[in-house]
């Protein structure tokens, strides 16, 4: 599987950003996909997350963005979306795309569960 993430950028806050990250490879369509983030001297962040379709492929996301982001994903294209709205100052980072083949429900958090990467789309929030 091979990712490729792409649509950020700058927005004023209250603004929306939508993230886009495209997928290769047949076994895509069962994965886990997730959305991290990462800021300068800080540990990759969980965002957000589709689990695999064996548990359902149900959204989970972290408490700083539930309400304001939505993800989701089109098979058919390949690609998983991640909706920002309302976006603050504090969302400021490199997004990540990333898919897992056994990333259970527990682990969707956990960026090692995860075995492929996307390379990144910085998006930026100014007061």
């Known amino acids: 599987v091979q990712l490729q993430a792409s649509g950020g950028g700058w927005v004023q806050a209250g603004g929306s950003l939508r993230l886009s990250c495209a997928a290769s490879?047949?076994?895509?369509?069962?994965?886990?996909v997730g959305w991290f983030r990462q800021t300068p001297g800080k540990e990759r962040e969980f965002v957000a997350a589709?689990?695999?379709?064996?548990?359902?492929?149900?959204?989970f996301y972290a408490d700083s963005v539930k309400g304001r982001f939505t993800i989701t994903r089109d098979n058919a294209k390949k690609a998983v979306y991640l909706q920002m709205d309302s976006l603050k100052p504090e969302d400021t980072a490199i997004y990540y795309c990333?898919?897992?083949?056994?990333?259970?429900?527990?682990?969707?958090?956990?960026?090692?569960?995860?075995?492929?990467w996307g390379q990144g789309t910085l998006v930026t929030v100014s007061s």
């Open positions: 990333a898919a897992g083949l056994r990333t259970i429900l527990s682990a969707l958090t956990n960026p090692h569960s995860y075995d492929y």
């Open positions: 589709l689990s695999r379709r064996a548990s359902g492929g149900r959204p």
């Open positions: 490879g047949r076994t895509f369509d069962t994965a886990a």
